[in-house]
């Protein structure tokens, strides 16, 4: 890899990656440049007085790729304060499946990954699980949807189980999935979350949460977004599905109602099942794949390992189902 890349192309991006992901060495480069580019520095102190650690038998870098600090002594990794830290997979692996994880706009299973790079399927879950973190929003900083702002709610889960208690047989659609509520700025970034229900006064805080008070809001009818109007100064519209009315002029959610197909496309055909507990984090990533649209796989996989610095997601939290 070259020392000096600050004129990286589109298309230079993409050439790296498939280096990254069958050799070592190469891939620990690759990460290394996307964290500190060509001034590479000191993760406890900050100090750029570093140097690589090179085996002193052989001149090579060694065996743990580590780098050492002149000011702090302080000896360290790349993975040091991100998702990766204290993971013992080979950094190959996880270049691969921060591509698959961005370039699948359906996702990507664990059990790919696990077939692809022959790892254990516990592994590979525990992998998948910290990229979708690395991809998660902070929210604290992420800036509010403005200008027109769809939203939406649904169901997502299977079929229900007999119902074997008491009463009539039934089971209603709230109890047997999950819901899930959805807020998309025209044009711009999307935000979803997993919502208790879908009453009036949980989805008008979820609206609260993420659009701009200068917003107009688009809904459907239901009865859960009446009276949000009043608090928002562009107002609050609707269509009314029941009715057979999808869109008057440029009032629709149709936007929002198609985020939700990919996602449900991604569960069914991908993953086949995620349960509620961790559906959040498998939002995360097709949030994260639908906000970089506008970006090619190379850059939006680079996005993604930068989103690493400075998370952490224990290993007791990251098993899920995929």
Not at 10 to 21: D, G, L, M, Y
Not at 111 to 121: D, F, P
Not at 146 to 163: A, C, H, L, M, S
């Amino acid at each position: 890899m070259k020392k000096s890349r600050h004129n990286l192309s589109k298309s230079s991006i993409v050439a790296e990656i498939p280096a990254a992901c069958s050799d070592e060495l190469a891939a620990v480069e690759f990460f290394e440049f996307q964290r500190w580019g060509d001034t590479p520095c000191c993760v406890k102190c900050g100090s750029v007085s570093v140097y690589k650690m090179k085996d002193a038998n052989t001149g090579e870098r060694s065996q743990r790729y580590l780098w050492r600090c002149r000011d702090c002594k302080e000896q360290y990794t790349v993975r040091i304060g991100t998702v990766y830290e204290e993971s013992r997979l080979p950094m190959r692996h996880w270049a691969y499946a921060f591509w698959r994880a961005c370039t699948s706009k359906k996702g990507v299973s664990a059990l790919e990954i696990q077939r692809h790079c022959q790892i254990s399927y516990k592994s590979a879950l525990f992998l998948m699980n910290r990229i979708r973190f690395a991809m998660a929003p902070d929210l604290e900083t992420a800036e509010p949807l403005k200008g027109i702002v769809e939203v939406d709610e649904t169901y997502v889960g299977g079929k229900p189980r007999p119902f074997s208690g008491k009463g009539d047989g039934r089971k209603t659609k709230a109890q047997r999935k999950t819901a899930v509520f959805a807020a998309v700025e025209r044009g711009g970034q999307i935000r979803r979350q997993v919502v208790a229900d879908v009453t009036g006064k949980t989805l008008k805080a979820a609206i609260r949460q993420c659009a701009d008070p200068r917003s107009y809001i688009f809904s459907d009818e239901h009865a859960g977004y009446q009276g949000i109007g009043s608090e928002f100064m562009g107002g609050h519209f609707s269509v009314t599905h029941s009715r057979k009315e999808y869109a008057r002029g440029p009032i629709n959610t149709n936007t929002a109602e198609s985020s939700f197909a990919l996602v449900k496309r991604g569960i069914i055909g991908t993953y086949h099942n995620v349960s509620k507990e961790y559906l959040h984090r498998y939002l995360w990533q097709f949030d994260f794949v639908w906000n970089t649209r506008k970006l090619n796989d190379g850059e939006r996989t680079v996005q993604a390992i930068k989103s690493a610095e400075g998370k952490r997601l224990m290993y007791s939290g990251a098993v899920a189902h995929a």
